[in-house]
């Protein structure tokens, strides 16, 4: 897949470690459970690759969603109105538009198609990417069909499918859910402003931790024969963003890194709006001498710990495990474990 980098600024193996210490607490977001809040971290479109978003309404109850859809930093609003138990999926190159049996089209026009209880689409409008190459990231949030408040309904779910296309040659696909922010039942007042765990938190917190189980980069991979160089790509996204006033979350995140014997290596790399990178990239423009690749680890695999020690924001993030052989590329995304909740609160301010 050739790497399209921000625009402004397979079954993959994870590392399984045996680490001491105490047994992590669960963070409050989750990529199993339906929420109020859903979040795509890694959207991308290319010349040779494209992705399939996947957003279902688990209720019995139709709900609108408010999409926001952010390619270097210019965000794109729409919204979707769900019918009851409806999936619906779309490519991001295309989007959804009017009404039809096509793929592309919403199926539900309320006359001749309709839903449970006569629930429809009406009203829905996905727009494609307004680029390509196009690298961003999506959220969708639940909200009031009259007044386009947001609302404490923990009814979405989602996934989405990275398709990679070698003309005549493969096709690769690389699956992830979405991480999903969970409204608290009352918490969630009529205006525009979301507060993200903390003191005076409507929606649960952003995680105080984040672990990374992985191969170090330019690892062999000794589960397969032929000779296969492993890296692990990692995005990493804000929890607080200002969509009112365009102005996108940082952090600086600390990186605890552990090898297999359990020996410690850390750094630390500031990030906006989007990080995309190389896990070896990271801390120095030397690959091969970084932190994170497995000749200076010295082990095969690693667990990394992330902490956001800015006041700014917490972090959301998602990884993608590439293994590049002589004759194929093979590539597998996975979710990022979360550990215990963030203090402070994160905001997400909506337009």
């Keep these: 897949m050739r790497k399209v980098r921000w625009a402004s600024w397979m079954v993959g193996m994870a590392a399984a470690l045996a680490l001491g210490g105490v047994q992590p607490a669960a963070a409050d977001v989750t990529s199993d459970q339906a929420a109020a809040i859903v979040i795509w971290p890694d959207i991308l479109v290319g010349n040779t690759y494209d992705t399939v978003v996947q957003l279902s309404n688990t209720s ?108 005549g040659l493969s096709v690769d696909v690389a699956k992830s859910n979405a991480i999903g922010i969970q409204a608290i039942p009352g918490a969630v007042n009529d205006d525009n402003t979301l507060v993200i765990g903390g003191p005076d938190a409507e929606y649960n917190g952003c995680p105080s931790v984040l672990i990374l189980n992985h191969f170090f980069d330019f690892a062999a991979n000794p589960a397969v024969p032929e000779p296969t160089s492993v890296q692990t790509r990692l995005v990493l996204i804000p929890c607080t963003e200002d969509f009112l006033r365009q102005i996108p979350g940082s952090a600086v995140v600390q990186y605890l890194v552990y090898n297999e014997f359990e ?89």
């Design 60 to 167: 019995n109850d139709p709900v609108l969603v408010h999409g926001v859809c952010v390619p270097g930093w210019n965000e794109t609003d729409f919204r979707i109105r769900l019918t009851p138990r409806q999936p619906l999926g779309w490519l991001v190159s295309d989007g959804v538009a009017g009404f039809g049996t096509s793929f592309g089209k919403f199926k539900l026009d309320g006359v001749s198609r309709k839903g449970i209880g006569g629930a429809s689409n009406v009203g829905s409008r996905i727009p494609p990417v307004p680029e390509v190459p196009f690298n961003g990231s999506l959220k969708c949030i639940a909200i009031d069909s009259d007044t386009g408040a947001p609302v404490d309904r923990n009814v979405l779910k989602g996934e989405t499918t990275v398709e990679k296309i070698v003309p």
């Design 263 to 351: 020996q410690r290596f850390s750094t630390s790399h500031g990030m906006k709006c989007k990080q995309d990178l190389y896990i070896s990239e990271i801390d120095t423009t030397q690959r091969e001498r970084s932190i994170f690749s497995a000749g200076v680890a010295g082990t095969l695999t690693g667990q990394t710990r992330l902490t956001s020690v800015s006041p700014g924001s917490g972090l959301l993030a998602i990884g993608d495990e590439e293994h590049i052989s002589a004759t194929s590329d093979h590539y597998a995304d996975f979710n990022v474990h979360y550990q215990g909740d963030r203090e402070e609160s994160d905001i997400i301010t909506l337009p």
